[in-house]
């Protein structure tokens, strides 16, 4: 066996293959977002009160940061559908959450950089954090793309109805 | 303002399932679940094809007022034909 297929085999081993090619049945996210945000939170602070990068609790905040970004990526394939496949396009009423989810993430996170804008602007008082090294900003920007990937899933949840189990199962 | 159906009434009566009418329509069939239900107001597109699809007008498929049940609906005929 090659390398390429050992490699194939675990894709279908591990399970990876049914979020990949999203034959898993969509499922309502309502609070598990929610404690990804906060983890991502705490993850950011932790990094962020710790000036030494050898310090343990800057490692403790970045396992719990980029654990939560990760599972922020993980939520987004396994929650309300998003993404049409060939075998099952969109219908209108999905579309429909997909575009009111996002329209509703977007304004948030627009809202939201607009305070960060003012807090910015800010002058330095003691007391009070900016962000100033280069990990700072980074982590800042990876942090908004998990809320990117993780608002619309958590909104979408909360706009879906209950399921209702199918007939034929 | 409400949107009464009858789907789930017409759907039971002809033997079809929820995925099978959802297939005929081009919907997911949780969407079909959640417009008997009552959770979700079709377009006109999709209200057109459901009633299509059992060959009805779509005035007897979906109001604005509730609609009979199908024992009173009974009852009234049983009334008439006596």
């Known amino acids: ?169 | 303002m409400t949107l009464y159906n009858r789907i789930a009434l017409f759907r039971t009566e002809r033997g079809v399932s929820r995925r099978e009418l959802a297939e005929a329509v081009g919907v997911n069939n949780q969407t079909i679940g959640y417009l008997e239900r009552g959770d979700y107001k079709p377009s006109l597109e999709l209200a057109m094809k459901i009633a299509a699809y059992f060959s009805v007008p779509i005035e007897l498929l979906f109001s604005f007022r509730p609609f009979e049940s199908v024992a009173d609906t009974l009852r009234r005929a049983a009334a008439a034909g006596e």
Request: hydrophobic share 50%; proline share 7%; charged share 20%.
């Open chain 1, 1 to 169: 066996m090659t390398l390429l297929e050992k490699m194939d085999r675990v894709v279908y081993a591990t399970g990876i293959d049914r979020i990949l090619f999203r034959k898993m049945k969509p499922r309502t996210l309502r609070w598990t977002p929610l404690l990804v945000i906060v983890v991502l939170i705490g993850g950011y602070v932790l990094m962020a009160k710790t000036e030494n990068v050898l310090d343990s609790d800057f490692w403790i905040g970045w396992l719990l940061f980029y654990g939560a970004f990760l599972a922020a990526a993980f939520l987004r394939a396994l929650g309300p559908r998003f993404t049409a496949t060939v075998l099952h396009p969109l219908d209108e009423r999905e579309l429909t959450v997909r575009a009111r989810a996002h329209a509703v993430s977007g304004t948030v996170l627009a809202t939201l950089a607009m305070f960060g804008c003012f807090y910015m602007a800010i002058p330095s008082i003691p007391g009070i954090w900016h962000p100033h090294a280069t990990y700072d900003w980074i982590n800042l920007g990876f942090g908004v793309q998990a809320g990117g990937m993780l608002l619309p899933t958590l909104i979408a949840s909360w706009m879906e109805p209950d399921p209702i189990p199918d007939d034929e199962d």
